[in-house]
C-alpha cells in the first residue's frame, strides 16, 4: 500500500504533481472550449433559422459534418490541416515556419465539434417557446430588446440547459484525445506514468477516479444552475 501511495506522491519520487498539472490542463481545455462552442452553436442554430437560404444550407453543412466525424479525426485535421494552411498563407510573404499550438488546436476541434451538437440543443429550445410568447409580449408594450431578455431568454436558457449540460460532460471526457497532438492532459500524463512505471491498472484507475471527480462536481454546478434557472415556475405549475 506505501508502494502505491509513494507512486502519487508529489516531487521527484512520485507522479501526483504531473497527474495534478495535468487535471488542471484538462479542466483549463475544457473551460475554454465551451464559450467557443456555445456562441458558434449559437451562431449556427440562428443561421438554421434565418431565412436565407445560403445560410441555412452553410450552417447544415456545418452541424453535419461535425457531427458526423469522429472526434479524433477532427483533431487531426484542425492541428495537421490548420498549421498547413496558416504555412502556406505566411509563405505568401515570409520564411518563417508556423507552427499550431496543440491547446489552441485542441480548443477549435472540440469546440467545432461541440457548437454542432450544441446547435441542436438551442434549435430544440427555440422550437420549445411558443410564438404566442412574442405575440403577448407585443401584446403588452414591450419593445424587441424587452422581450428577448425578460420573455425568451429565460425560457430558453431553462428549455437548452439540460441538453447543453450533457454536452458539457461530454467535452469533459472528449478532452482525453487530445492527448494525441502531445498536449499534456490527464491522460496524456497517465500514458507516460504507465510507461515510466508499468502500472497501468493503477494509474488508469485513479485517472478514472479524476475523470469521475470532474463529472460529481460538474454535476453539482449544473444542478445549481438548474435551479436558478427555474426560480419562480414553481408558483406557475
Given at each position: 500500500?506505501?508502494?502505491?501511495l509513494g507512486l502519487f506522491s508529489f516531487g521527484a519520487g512520485g507522479w501526483g504533481d504531473e497527474l495534478a498539472s495535468g487535471a488542471l490542463l484538462t479542466v483549463e481545455l475544457a473551460v475554454a472550449t465551451i464559450p467557443f462552442g456555445l456562441v458558434v452553436g449559437m451562431l449556427v442554430a440562428l443561421a438554421r433559422r434565418s431565412d436565407s437560404k445560403p445560410l441555412r444550407i452553410l450552417a447544415n453543412i456545418f452541424a453535419t459534418v461535425f457531427r458526423g466525424l469522429p472526434e479524433l479525426l477532427t483533431i487531426f485535421i484542425v492541428y495537421y490541416g490548420g498549421q498547413?494552411?496558416?504555412?502556406?498563407?505566411v509563405g505568401l510573404v515570409s520564411d518563417a515556419r508556423v507552427e499550431v499550438s496543440?491547446?489552441?488546436a485542441g480548443v477549435v476541434?472540440?469546440?467545432c465539434v461541440f457548437s454542432a451538437y450544441a446547435s441542436e440543443v438551442f434549435l430544440g429550445a427555440f422550437r420549445g417557446i411558443q410564438s404566442g410568447q412574442y405575440d403577448a409580449a407585443n401584446a403588452l408594450g414591450l419593445r424587441r430588446f424587452p422581450t428577448i431578455y425578460c420573455v425568451?431568454?429565460?425560457q430558453f436558457v431553462r428549455l437548452a440547459l439540460?441538453?447543453?449540460a450533457n454536452l458539457w460532460l461530454n467535452l469533459l471526457k472528449d478532452t482525453a484525445l487530445v492527448s494525441v497532438i502531445a498536449l499534456n492532459d490527464?491522460?496524456?500524463?497517465?500514458?507516460v506514468a504507465v510507461g515510466a512505471t508499468k502500472q497501468p491498472f493503477t494509474f488508469y484507475l485513479a485517472a478514472c477516479l479524476i475523470y469521475l471527480a470532474m463529472s460529481i462536481v460538474s454535476s453539482f454546478g449544473i444542478t445549481a444552475i438548474e435551479r436558478w434557472s427555474e426560480r419562480g415556475t414553481?408558483?406557475?405549475r
Amino acid at each position: 500500500m506505501d508502494e502505491v501511495l509513494g507512486l502519487f506522491s508529489f516531487g521527484a519520487g512520485g507522479w501526483g504533481d504531473e497527474l495534478a498539472s495535468g487535471a488542471l490542463l484538462t479542466v483549463e481545455l475544457a473551460v475554454a472550449t465551451i464559450p467557443f462552442g456555445l456562441v458558434v452553436g449559437m451562431l449556427v442554430a440562428l443561421a438554421r433559422r434565418s431565412d436565407s437560404k445560403p445560410l441555412r444550407i452553410l450552417a447544415n453543412i456545418f452541424a453535419t459534418v461535425f457531427r458526423g466525424l469522429p472526434e479524433l479525426l477532427t483533431i487531426f485535421i484542425v492541428y495537421y490541416g490548420g498549421q498547413l494552411l496558416l504555412q502556406q498563407v505566411v509563405g505568401l510573404v515570409s520564411d518563417a515556419r508556423v507552427e499550431v499550438s496543440a491547446f489552441l488546436a485542441g480548443v477549435v476541434a472540440l469546440g467545432c465539434v461541440f457548437s454542432a451538437y450544441a446547435s441542436e440543443v438551442f434549435l430544440g429550445a427555440f422550437r420549445g417557446i411558443q410564438s404566442g410568447q412574442y405575440d403577448a409580449a407585443n401584446a403588452l408594450g414591450l419593445r424587441r430588446f424587452p422581450t428577448i431578455y425578460c420573455v425568451i431568454f429565460p425560457q430558453f436558457v431553462r428549455l437548452a440547459l439540460p441538453g447543453v449540460a450533457n454536452l458539457w460532460l461530454n467535452l469533459l471526457k472528449d478532452t482525453a484525445l487530445v492527448s494525441v497532438i502531445a498536449l499534456n492532459d490527464l491522460m496524456r500524463q497517465t500514458y507516460v506514468a504507465v510507461g515510466a512505471t508499468k502500472q497501468p491498472f493503477t494509474f488508469y484507475l485513479a485517472a478514472c477516479l479524476i475523470y469521475l471527480a470532474m463529472s460529481i462536481v460538474s454535476s453539482f454546478g449544473i444542478t445549481a444552475i438548474e435551479r436558478w434557472s427555474e426560480r419562480g415556475t414553481r408558483y406557475m405549475r
